[in-house]
């Protein structure tokens, strides 16, 4: 009897007939921690082969290596397969549905939003244009900024945590301990899969030789990405906390975060966006390539326009600028739970799932 | 450089392990070498790119080697799967030039990882490659190329050319020549040409399914023999275990293996048994059922096992065919439905109580039956069935060119000047026999380190 090429059914039976010859090789097990969790697996159910393609991070490192990859009949192509998992969980768990997919798939949808969300904050500047106010305030007042940010956060969070919440659901996460936060925090943090195993990195940019490019890429954008939010929490804190409104002069905490975080998070957007260019897309969901790239290419934007505005402090250029940035960060914020920045939450819960990992 | 017409220093035949190791080693020796690879590239390095570990001497922890593995110890070992046919002097180099070749594989780009899972046995004797043996050829490539290797696929040599005792230059399939000072064949064994193993073997060796490269046809083994070269090895023997019957013709590698024959009844076509299932533990067990099945009507086999055995063995890469009952079983298989329940009811009458050790030796045999089944007997009672169609997989062949201690091929009237060889091409003078896991890639970093150094120092 051969064997069966027709193609499977759905993302998850590929995933499943992938993976099954990969519990029979297990030649990459020392790779990430995608095929240490697959030889333990019992059941090849669906939620298991959901918490596996949110456990891989697409670092390649399994489909070089590999030595059932296309052309071989059995066509192993796991990056990919994984890949297209993750995404279809990423929209099939998404709330509400209406809205599930379209940014995921088109780059043009991104810049859509975008540019809609600079029409927003140049109508609000219009409208809402105070009498009186210092910096920034200037231009928009802080009442007006908290009334429309306060509710463009806090939805969207409570959208990804009605979809993460069935999803942890259905991968049978069980009760978080701290423990689990602090071993997938520790994991994220360094980027541990995406260090080939070894510290040789991904084979992503290169085909089958190593670089750490994309790891380095991906933490600059991280770290560079929380560094802006905790920037952005301390200001608040100050402002109700200490009653000390922004402007903040550069040796301040919110300054002395956010401008190093900006820089971080603009080097590392602009790097993973050059090493996407280089990388096969048949390696990953080919089909969201665009709206992987948009999204990329917005966070790019929202860091540059902001370090542009830090910049141009004091300047006629401000209330043009302030309008899209904050656009940008408003385009950014509403496409948290619909675009490819719903893969750091999926990531997370699967790090803190994977309890046996080290 | 890459005018193939140029005259190169060393000329490498073949792109796998053996052969990379040769070029590299001649390349930082400061040779002009090209290297000819018959495959296209992406499937290049032969029956390399489906191996998984390296079998290494070590006096203390080495790399992911735990304790030691002493030269004794691993020749004892060789003795053991080979029943002696083995060339002691060649052997022993190879078994102690393993001790030094494993970092200068991680110098040139080779990654090891811990015995996988599964593997624990291994721990100490086989250092296993991050990612198998793909992953080593690819790093090797890689080196070869940053070296200044020229590298040329789809570059099949169909004739070595000798003359006086000395090679002159090479034929491409494609008529091209490629001359060169020195020549380093690596070019494998002939498991893949079906023809020459019917040849061999008999009729049967059709129904043969490869293991490992189809590209690895002999030509050049052939083409010296013909030319006088000295053989080792017996030209009739192949490798063979016995794999999933359902594996592609070539390429399937490690995952067709099956681990399950202990824990089940196997019956030929016809629905008998032929052997004791309960034989010996892996690995020689796995070895010899490629040989059993292969003596079979139609050289297949059937493995039928119930619920209690799943889980026990390693997970396969085709699922079972599985039924309620085992006339159903047999229905699925091809198998006639009324002589497997009886052959099946035979060997459960004839189990015995006792207690059942999955992972060693347990002694709980049948009794009163033919042929026994001396481990693991326990009835087969419990439902669902699950039934595995067993075919011989070969691995390698045993033919080889003869070689001296320096790996240079050897003739009738003497040692070729300029001609050496190394990996499967000349195994046959160490792994007479049998096979010892991980030793195929010990023989050819080794033969492979000394022929590019050998052929380098030649040129130069």
């Avoid at chain 1, 893969?343 to 990992?357: K, V």
């Avoid at chain 2, 000819?36 to 390296?54: K, Q, V, Y």
């Avoid at chain 2, 009237?413 to 003078?429: D, Q, T, Y």
Wanted: charge should be neutral; glycine fraction near 10%.
């Amino acid at each position: 009897m051969p064997y069966d090429t027709t193609p499977a059914a759905s993302a998850t039976d590929e995933a499943r007939r992938q993976l099954e010859i990969c519990n029979a090789c297990r030649y990459c097990e020392g790779y990430c921690d995608v095929f240490p969790a697959l030889t333990r697996l019992t059941e090849m159910e669906p939620g298991a082969i959901s918490h596996l393609a949110s456990l891989c991070h697409n670092c390649r490192g399994c489909y070089y290596a590999c030595q059932y990859s296309p052309p071989h009949e059995f066509a192993l192509n796991l990056p990919a397969a994984l890949a297209e998992v993750r995404q279809q969980d990423w929209e099939d768990y998404a709330w509400p549905q209406p809205v599930a997919r379209l940014f995921h798939r088109s780059g043009l949808a991104l810049a859509a939003a975008l540019v809609a969300g600079f029409a927003a904050l140049f109508a609000a500047i219009a409208a809402l244009r105070p009498e009186s106010g210092e910096g920034f305030y200037a231009t928009l007042s802080h009442n007006a900024m908290v009334a429309i940010f306060a509710p463009a956060f806090v939805l969207p969070l409570v959208a990804v945590a009605i979809s993460l919440r069935a999803w942890w659901r259905a991968i049978g996460g069980g009760r978080v301990a701290l423990a689990d936060i602090t071993r997938a925090a520790r994991a994220a943090g360094r980027g541990r899969n995406l260090d080939g195993g070894q510290g040789q990195g991904c084979n992503f940019e290169r085909g089958d030789r190593f670089s750490n490019a994309r790891r380095h890429a991906h933490l600059a954008t991280l770290w560079g990405f929380l560094m802006c939010f905790a920037a952005t929490s301390v200001a608040t804190l100050m402002h109700y906390g200490l009653n000390w409104p922004a402007p903040y002069g550069f040796w301040t905490p919110p300054k002395l975060l956010g401008v190093p975080g900006g820089i971080l998070l603009c080097l590392g957007t602009g790097a993973l966006m050059a090493l996407k260019l280089r990388a096969d897309p048949a390696l990953g969901a080919a089909r969201v390539w665009g709206g992987e790239m948009g999204f990329v290419a917005l966070l790019f934007f929202v860091s540059a326009s902001g370090l542009a505005l830090y910049a141009a402090t004091g300047t006629a250029a401000v209330p043009a600028l302030l309008a899209i940035h904050l656009g940008a960060v408003l385009a950014f914020f509403l496409l948290i739970p619909y675009s490819k920045m719903v893969h750091g939450f999926y990531r997370f819960a699967a790090l803190m799932a994977d309890r046996r990992a080290p | 450089m890459t005018d193939g017409n140029a005259p190169w220093d060393v000329a490498i035949v073949g792109g796998g392990n053996a052969a990379l190791c040769a070029a590299i080693e001649a390349a930082e020796a400061g040779a002009r070498v090209i290297l000819l690879e018959a495959a296209p590239e992406h499937m290049r390095g032969g029956n390399s790119r489906h191996t998984r570990n390296f079998r290494c001497m070590h006096h203390g922890p080495l790399s992911v080697l735990t304790d030691t593995y002493a030269e004794d110890e691993y020749y004892d070992d060789l003795l053991r799967v080979t029943g002696g046919k083995t060339d002691p002097e060649l052997a022993r180099l190879a078994i102690r030039e393993s001790e030094a070749a494993l970092p200068w594989m991680e110098r040139h780009g080779v990654r090891f990882q811990p015995s996988l899972s599964g593997t624990l046995s291994l721990g100490r004797t086989n250092a296993f490659f991050l990612g198998g043996g793909k992953a080593l050829v690819n790093a090797y490539y890689a080196t070869a190329t940053d070296l200044g290797v020229t590298i040329r696929y789809n570059a099949k040599v169909a004739h070595v050319h000798v003359e006086s005792g000395a090679f002159r230059w090479l034929e491409l399939e494609s008529g091209e020549r490629i001359t060169a000072r020195a020549v380093v064949l690596a070019s494998g064994g002939f498991q893949a040409d079906i023809d020459w193993l019917a040849r061999a073997w008999g009729p049967a060796a059709r129904n043969f399914l490869i293991r490992g490269t189809p590209w690895n046809r002999g030509e050049v083994l052939r083409d010296m023999l013909d030319q006088g070269a000295e053989s080792v090895g017996d030209p009739t023997q192949c490798h063979a275990v016995a794999i999933d019957g359902r594996a592609p013709k070539f390429d399937g590698g490690i995952v067709t293996r099956l681990d399950c024959v202990p824990f089940s009844v196997v019956v030929n076509r016809d629905g008998a048994r032929f052997h004791d299932e309960g034989e010996d533990v892996w690995p020689k067990r796995y070895a010899i059922w490629g040989r059993l099945v292969a003596a079979q009507p139609d050289q297949v086999a059937f493995a039928v096992i119930d619920a209690k055995a799943r889980g026990l063995f390693m997970p396969t890469v085709f699922p079972p065919e599985s039924a309620d009952t085992l006339e159903e079983l047999a229905g699925k298989l091809g198998l006639d439905p009324a002589q497997l329940a009886a052959t099946v009811d035979a060997y459960n009458a004839a189990c015995r109580p006792g207690a059942f050790h999955p992972t060693e030796l347990d002694g709980l045999a049948t009794e009163g039956l033919e042929p026994p089944k001396t481990n693991w007997a326990r009835p087969i009672d419990t439902p669902p069935f699950h039934g595995y169609t067993l075919r011989p997989g070969v691995t390698f062949t045993y033919l080889g060119l003869r070689v001296s201690a320096r790996a240079q091929v050897q003739s009738g009237h003497g040692p070729l000047s300029n001609v050496w060889a190394a990996g499967e091409i000349m195994a046959g003078s160490i792994l007479g026999q049998g096979y010892l896991a991980g030793f195929g890639m010990t023989i050819g970093t080794v033969f492979g380190r000394i022929a590019g150094q050998e052929a380098a120092a030649h040129a130069l």
